[in-house]
């Protein structure tokens, strides 16, 4: 079971060394797809250095800032895995909860496994209203789709890639995220969940999700929901 982990990531200059170094010290990993959204820093020289060191990290790029999900689209055509990890290129997300993560897929029934923030006690959270709003979207997925899930907008999704392949994607921005779950929920996939560890970063730090990325997260689970 190969495992390709996918990194969309803009201005990250910051963080992107240190978050593909600890991916790439991972033994389960067998492919890093670094998917650079338009940077206009050093971020690109510094995945290129580390690429030069590593044939394991390819690079893909979009010569015009696009969005998260166009930047993880357009990794999805490097993938050569049989489980593709979405990685966020800051450090939230901690790497060392792979086998977490990949465990539930010693099932072969297994095609789908969320990262819960809130199935791990003292997590963190960078804001109440990030936290809530999560909250709010995560009830809204439950009663839009009859699911019981604990955590819509993590950061960490993991997919058989041929289930992720076949959700003909086409979001742009973070509501990636609330497609994504709309569309593997439509097909009668079932997500599983296990707790993550979480140490969220504040606005300062370079967090760039804002509240309108929210509203676009309901307005895209009600289309996809009602379309």
């Known amino acids: 079971m190969k495992v390709s982990v996918v990194i969309p990531f803009y201005n990250e200059e910051k963080y992107i060394g240190q978050i593909a170094g600890k991916v790439l010290a991972r033994p389960e990993v067998g492919e890093l797809i670094a998917a650079d959204d338009g940077s206009s820093d050093g971020s690109l020289r510094t995945i290129e250095a580390i690429a030069a060191k590593d044939k394991r ?55 789908v496994v969320y990262g819960s923030r809130l199935l791990k006690k003292h997590n963190g959270i960078s804001y109440f209203s990030f936290a809530l709003g999560g909250i709010v979207l995560t009830l809204i997925t439950n009663i839009l789709y009859g699911v019981r ?3 819509e ?43 993550i560890s979480y140490s969220p970063r504040k606005i300062y730090q370079g967090k760039k999700i804002r509240f309108r990325d929210g509203i676009i997260a309901i307005w895209t689970l009600l289309k996809y929901r009602f379309s």
């Open 57 to 111: 990290l390819k690079i893909t790029r979009l010569e015009k800032n696009s969005g998260k999900g166009a930047a993880v689209r357009q990794a999805l055509k490097s993938v050569t895995g049989d489980i593709v990890i979405i990685q966020d290129a800051d450090i939230e997300y901690d790497p060392d909860d792979y086998p977490m993560l990949l465990e539930p897929f010693n099932d072969p029934a297994t095609k």
């Open 149 to 151: 899930i604990t955590d």
């Open 153 to 195: 907008p993590t950061g960490y999704k993991v997919f058989r890639a041929d289930v992720l392949k076949s959700l003909f994607l086409c979001s742009m921005g973070f509501e990636f995220c609330p497609e994504v779950t709309a569309k593997i929920i439509k097909k009668g996939v079932k997500i599983h969940e296990v707790p």
